[in-house]
C-alpha cells in the first residue's frame, strides 16, 4: 500500500513490441498472454506540482477558534499540536502534508488503501495510529506514524497489523474523535441502507476497536459524513453531514456512546462545490474543489463556519484522489481508459482528479493488436489498481493471466468491480440471445467462479458499462444504453444472485454518442462517471452528481473519432 510517491501508468507502461508478438492466433498451450510483457509497473520521480500548505496551530490556522477542552489530535504526525494531512494520489500511492512539505508516507508497495482513517494516539507513544480499509475489506493498523509513515525506533518501516475484516459492508469509515470521554478516538462506520455504528477505542493496538454499536438508521441520505474532532469547545466528537442538495448539517456530540450524536442543526447550502470535505482540526473545516484548491473555514464555536479562506496555492491538491477522513463515500479500482485504433493500436488515458483525463498513453502504436479486445476492468486483486481484460479468439485474460476459454460467445464483457458484496472483482458477459451471466471473480484475478444466469432480454441494450457507483450507496452500479438511446442505471444490491434493483431513467438523446465508457471516478467525489464521443470525434465528461443522475455534458477535446472502442 504505502510507496515512495511517482507517477503509475495505468499497470503498463510502453515497451518495445516485436514483429512476433501480433495476437492473430490463439494463445499459446501454456497459457500465458503475449500481451502480457506490456503490463509493467512505472514509477518515475515525481515532478514538483503546486506546493501545498495547511493552516498551522493557533491563530493561523485559518482563524480557528484553539480547543477549548482535551480533545484528542486525530493526525499530529510531527508533534506541534495541529493536525496534517494524509492522502491518496492519483496513482494509489500514499503522502503526508506537514506544514509545507509533502512526504512519502511509508514505502510498502502492497495494496493502495480504499480510505485511510487516522485514529490519534491509541498506545500510549506520542505518535498517531492510523487505520485503512483495503478493497477486500481488511482493516489494517499502522503504529506511531510521523510524516514518513510508521517507524521504529531503528528508522524501520514497520508492518501494519490485520485488526478486522469483512468492512467492505460499510460505504464510509472515519473517526469523528472522542465519542464517550475517555480521551480515545472512536470510529464511525455507514452501512449502503443507512445504519450508522460506533467503534468505541480500546487502547489495546492488538485490538484497538470495541464491539459496534448501533446508532440509528436513516445516515444514507448523506453523501460526506465528516468526524470533525471538536467543535465547539467541549471535548468531544462532533460531526458534520452533507446531503445530496448540498445542504451542511452540524451534529453536536453527546458524549453519550449509545446516542453519540444530538438533533442535526443546518448550517447552510452550496457545498456541493466541494468534491471531499475534511476536518481541518481546531473545529474547522476544509473543502476541496474540482480545481483540487482547498478552502478553509474557521469554527465560531456553535457549529456555524467564518466565510472561507484558500488555503495554499490554486490546485495544489489536484493530485489528492482521496483525503484521510474525508467525508466521501470513497473509491478506488479504475483509473482511467483503454482505446483501439481500428488498426490495432493501443492507448492509455488516465484519470486525473479534475474531471479531465490526462495526456495519452502509447501502450503501442504499431497496429499490433488487430483482432484483440483490449479493456479496462475494476480491480480483480486486493492492489485496488484497474486491471486490463484481454479478448482474443475466444480466450479471456486479465492483466495475463488466462482465465478461460469459449468466450466468443459473448457479444459485451465488462468488469464493473464488486457485485456480490464480498470485496472481489467480478465479471459481467452478455450472449447474442441477451442472457446476462455473472462471474464472481476469486479476489486474486487468476480465476473466476462457474457463470450464474442473472438475466434474460438485455439485447435491447447496445451498449453495457459500469466502473463504481452512480447511486450515492457506495455500491457497484452498471448503466445501459438502448438502441433509441435512452440511458439507465441498474443499482447494485450486494446480492450473487439478483445483483441488479429495478432499472432507473437517467436520460434520453444517448444514441449518437459513437463511444460511451466508465473511466470511474474523474473528480475524487467517490461516484462513478461517464465519458462519450459525439458525432463530431469530441470526448464529453459527465459527471455523477447521484443519485442516479448527470451533470451537463462538458467538451474535454476533440479527435477520438480515429478510435473504434473505448473502454
Known amino acids: 500500500m504505502f510507496s515512495g510517491r511517482g507517477r503509475r501508468v495505468a499497470a503498463c507502461t510502453a515497451l518495445a513490441l516485436s514483429a512476433g508478438m501480433l495476437l492473430a492466433t490463439p494463445a499459446s498451450a501454456d497459457g500465458t498472454d503475449p500481451a502480457a510483457s ?31 477542552a482535551v480533545s484528542p489530535l486525530l493526525s499530529d504526525l510531527d508533534g506541534d499540536g495541529a493536525e496534517d494531512v494524509i492522502y491518496r494520489d492519483e496513482y494509489g500511492l500514499v503522502n503526508s502534508v506537514v506544514g509545507d512539505l509533502t512526504w512519502p508516507f511509508g514505502d510498502w508497495s502492497g495494496p493502495s488503501p480504499l480510505d485511510i482513517v487516522p485514529i490519534g494516539n491509541q498506545g500510549g507513544s506520542s505518535l498517531p495510529e492510523v487505520l485503512t480499509v483495503t478493497m477486500d475489506g481488511t482493516l489494517t493498523l499502522w503504529k506511531d506514524n ?18 478486522g475484516g469483512g468492512w467492505q459492508v460499510y460505504n464510509k469509515i472515519a473517526s469523528p474523535g472522542d465519542v464517550n470521554d475517555d ?3 472512536d470510529v464511525i462506520a455507514r452501512t449502503p441502507a443507512g445504519q450508522l455504528y460506533v467503534y468505541i477505542a480500546t487502547g489495546d493496538l492488538n485490538k484497538p476497536l470495541g464491539a459496534r454499536i448501533l446508532v440509528g438508521g436513516g445516515w444514507g441520505v448523506y453523501d460526506q459524513l465528516v468526524g470533525l474532532g471538536d467543535a465547539n469547545g467541549d471535548g468531544r466528537a462532533d460531526l458534520y453531514a452533507r446531503d445530496n442538495a448540498g445542504t ?49 473555514y474557521a469554527p465560531y464555536g456553535n457549529g456555524t463556519l467564518a466565510p472561507r479562506v484558500r488555503v495554499g496555492n490554486a490546485g495544489a491538491w489536484s493530485d489528492a484522489a482521496q483525503i484521510a477522513n474525508s467525508g466521501t463515500i ?17 492507448y492509455w488515458y488516465q484519470n486525473l482528479t479534475t474531471g479531465k483525463l490526462a495526456p495519452r498513453d502509447t501502450i503501442d502504436g504499431d497496429n499490433s493488436f488487430p483482432d484483440s479486445h483490449l479493456f479496462g476492468v475494476s480491480s480483480m486483486n486486493n492492489d485496488g489498481r484497474a486491471d486490463i481484460g484481454h479478448l482474443v479468439n475466444g480466450y479471456f485474460f486479465i492483466d495475463g493471466a488466462q482465465i478461460g476459454t469459449g468466450w466468443g460467445i459473448y457479444n459485451s464483457v465488462f468488469g464493473p468491480g464488486d457485485l456480490t458484496g464480498d470485496g472481489k472483482g467480478d465479471i459481467v458477459a452478455r450472449d447474442k440471445n441477451g442472457a446476462l451471466y455473472l462471474y464472481k471473480g476469486n479476489g486474486l484475478g487468476t480465476a473466476l467462479a462457474t457463470r450464474v444466469k442473472i438475466g434474460t432480454g438485455w439485447q435491447i441494450y447496445n451498449k453495457l458499462v459500469g466502473a463504481g457507483d452512480y447511486t450515492g450507496d457506495g455500491r457497484t452500479d452498471i448503466v445501459a444504453r438502448t438502441t433509441g438511446g435512452d440511458l439507465y442505471v441498474y443499482p447494485g444490491t450486494g446480492s450473487a444472485t439478483a445483483p441488479f434493483a429495478t432499472r432507473v431513467k437517467v436520460g434520453s438523446g444517448w444514441g449518437g454518442f459513437k463511444q460511451l465508457a466508465s473511466p470511474g471516478d474523474l473528480n475524487a467525489d467517490g461516484k462513478g462517471d461517464l465519458i462519450a464521443v459525439n458525432g463530431a470525434g469530441e470526448l464529453v465528461r459527465y459527471l455523477n452528481t447521484s443519485p442516479s443522475k448527470f451533470a451537463p455534458a462538458v467538451k474535454l477535446g476533440p479527435g477520438y473519432q480515429i478510435y473504434n472502442r473505448i473502454g
Open 38 to 68: 506490456l503490463f509493467a509497473e512505472k514509477r518515475p520521480a515525481a515532478t514538483d506540482g503546486p506546493k501545498k500548505s495547511l493552516p498551522r496551530a493557533g491563530s493561523d490556522r485559518a482563524g480557528a477558534m484553539g480547543a477549548q
Open 146 to 163: 510521523s510524516e514518513a509513515g510508521s517507524v521504529d525506533a531503528e528508522g524501520e518501516h514497520r508492518p501494519g497489523v490485520r485488526v
Open 183 to 185: 480521551g480515545r478516538a
Open 248 to 296: 451542511l448539517w452540524f451534529y453536536t456530540g453527546t458524549g453519550d456512546k449509545f446516542k453519540p450524536f444530538a438533533t442535526r442543526k443546518s448550517i447552510g447550502g452550496g457545498w456541493n462545490v466541494y468534491s471531499q470535505i475534511v476536518a481541518g482540526g481546531d473545529g474547522s473545516l476544509l473543502g476541496r474543489d474540482l480545481g483540487g484548491t482547498l478552502y478553509g
Open 330 to 346: 470513497p473509491y478506488l479500482g479504475r483509473d482511467g481508459v483503454h482505446a483501439m485504433t481500428p488498426g490495432g493500436s493501443w
